[in-house]
């Protein structure tokens, strides 16, 4: 009788799976580093080999540095802030192209920061520097 009160007083494990199961379809799965991916285009920062800001993007000219992180050995493609106008964005893409890219369109109501492109790998690169030193518009074309 005693092992009977013991087994009803706690959960067994066919209940830890429901409850981990309702969990899970309520809340989502659980994500590693959410934040620190909101800020990057969904993509973690030990990945990214290049990050430019919105406005960067939004610059006439296109960055060398971007064409240089997309030869890059390990670059596998490029992410756009899709809130950016195509007039900002259609360099890059172009450019993506040229040198046989994919690149995608991210488009998140829940990104947060200012990025504006980012060129990432599909392992991570470590870079220490990321980003893209801003230049004078007037200085390139």
Not at 81 to 105: C, E, F
Request: aromatic share 6%; proline share 4%.
């Amino acid at each position: 009788m005693e092992s009977d009160t013991y087994n009803d007083t706690l959960p067994s494990v066919d209940q830890d799976l429901t409850l981990q199961r309702i969990s899970l379809g309520i809340h989502g799965a659980p994500e590693l580093k959410r934040d620190e991916k909101m800020n990057y285009l969904g993509e973690f920062r030990e990945r990214i080999i290049r990050r430019l800001t919105q406005k960067q993007v939004a610059d006439r000219f296109v960055y060398t540095e971007i064409e240089e992180a997309l030869k890059h050995e390990k670059s596998s493609k490029m992410l756009i802030n899709g809130t950016l106008s195509p007039q900002s964005t259609d360099k890059y893409i172009k450019l993506a192209r040229q040198v046989d890219k994919p690149y995608t369109m991210i488009y998140d109501p829940q990104l947060t920061g200012n990025t504006g492109l980012v060129v990432v790998s599909n392992q991570a690169v470590d870079i220490k520097d990321i980003d893209v030193q801003p230049q004078n518009s007037d200085s390139q074309d």
